[in-house]
C-alpha cells in the first residue's frame, strides 16, 4: 500500500483490508452468538458506517433487519440548543432488540445526544457496535458494547471515512501522517 494525498493532507497505510475484514468476521460470529433467536435490528448511521454494515451484515448468519439513518445536526432555539434529528428511521423500535453501527466514536457527541432519543421509544435492548474508537478523544460518555479496533486520537481515512468528501472508497484504512 502507499500514501495517498487528499487535499492538502497525506495519509499513510494502517490497517489492511484483511485486517479490516477478519476483525469484522469475529464481530459476526459474536452477534450470531448473542442475538440468536432475536431477529435484531441494525441501524446503521450514515455516510460513514456503509462498508462497515454491509461488510458485517454479509457476515451474519442469524435472522436480523437492517436499516439506515443519517444523523443532522443543527442549531434550535436558545432552550433547546444543538439538536440532533435522525433521517429515515421508519422502522418502530419499541421492544426491538436494536444494534447501532457507527464507523468510529471520536469524541462521542454524536451518539451521546443521539441515544436517548432512541431509547425513548423503548426498544427492548439498545447496544452500540463501532468499527473504530479512539478513546483517547472521549469527551461525551459512551458505554461501546462491540468495537472492532481500538485507535490512538489520529485521523483515519478510508474503508467508507472521509477527509472534506473524499477517501471513502479506499478498501484499507489509512492514517493522517505526521
Ligand atoms: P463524534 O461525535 O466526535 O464521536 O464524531 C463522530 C463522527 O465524526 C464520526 O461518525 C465521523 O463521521 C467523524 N470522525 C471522527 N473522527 C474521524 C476520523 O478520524 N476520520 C474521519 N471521520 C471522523
Ligand atoms: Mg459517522
Redesign the pocket.
Known sequence: MQTVSIHDKTFVPYLTEAEILGKIKELARQLDKDYKGKRPLFIA?L???FMFSSDLFKELTIEAEICFIKLASYKGTKSTGHVITAIGLDTDITGRDVVIL???????????EFLPQLNNQHPATLKIAVL?H?PD?S??P?KIDYCCFSIPN????GYG???DGLGRNLRELYQ?KD
Open positions: 448511521i455516510n460513514g458506517s457507527e464507523d468510529i466514536i471520536d469524541t462521542g457527541k454524536t451518539i451521546n473504530l479512539k478523544a469527551v461525551f459512551v489520529k485521523f483515519v481515512l471515512l472521509d477527509y493522517l
